[in-house]
Structures are given as structure tokens and as C-alpha cells.
Nanobody, 121 residues
Framework: QVQLVESGGGLVQPGGSLRLSCAAS????????MGWYRQAPGKQREMVAIIISGGSTNYAEPVKGRFTISRDNAKNTVYLQMNSLKPEDTAVYYCYANVVRQGTMSSSAYWGQGTQVTVFS
């Protein structure tokens, strides 16, 4: 089994910053892509940022220049530094990891439980 544990969500004023963390644990051989997705009430879940093992990243247009994704492969952890937060960033943020489990040859997708980020004035 693989678990993704998220932390760092909370309440912040517009223009403020938050740093999300997500640590993967369990029967892990390696992790390919890790990332963050978000979903606001009544809206579809959307990709925020992804990062592959080699360090290549992709960001959704609304967060480009404001958010930075990074990872620590030794710790199986992905981070999302969120700066210049806007009210429209308010959502539940979900951690994602594409994991190769020990004893297998293929990867599977795993999701965290979600952490609430609320931006308010």
C-alpha cells in the first residue's frame, strides 16, 4: 500500500503565501510524476503543477509565476510554494503521485486526501 500525507494548508490573506507538503510512504520502489491538483466547490478538478523525477515541471496558466513545485526524491516528498495568493486560489488541494511499487513493473496513480486552502480578506 501507498499513502500520501499532505500538510500546510490553511487560511491566508490575499497576497500571502503558503507552502504545501506531501510525503509518500509505503511499498514504494520509485516515484515518477508527482503533482498538485485542486478543486473548488462546483468546479472541476484541475492540474495546478506537476514535476517528474528528473525535475521537469508544468504549471497551470493561472498559477504561473506565483507557484513553485519542487520535490525531494530521497524523502518521497513534493512541495508547492504558493506566493501572491488570490481568492480564486481557494480550493481543496490534492497531492498526486505516480508510483512504481516494490515487486511490480508498472506504475499506479495515488492521491492524497486533500487539504483546504482558503484565501480571504
Amino acid at each position: 500500500q501507498v499513502q500520501l500525507v499532505e500538510s500546510g494548508g490553511g487560511l491566508v490573506q490575499p497576497g500571502g503565501s503558503l507552502r504545501l507538503s506531501c510525503a509518500a510512504s509505503g511499498n514504494i520502489f520509485s516515484i515518477n510524476t508527482m503533482g498538485w491538483y485542486r478543486q473548488a466547490p462546483g468546479k472541476q478538478r484541475e492540474m495546478v503543477a506537476i514535476i517528474i523525477s528528473g525535475g521537469s515541471t508544468n504549471y497551470a496558466e493561472p498559477v504561473k509565476g506565483r507557484f513553485t513545485i519542487s520535490r525531494d526524491n530521497a524523502k518521497n516528498t513534493v512541495y508547492l510554494q504558493m506566493n501572491s495568493l488570490k481568492p480564486e486560489d481557494t480550493a481543496v488541494y490534492y497531492c498526486y503521485a505516480n508510483v512504481v511499487r516494490q515487486g511490480t513493473m508498472s506504475s499506479s496513480a495515488y492521491w492524497g486526501q486533500g487539504t483546504q486552502v482558503t484565501v480571504f480578506s
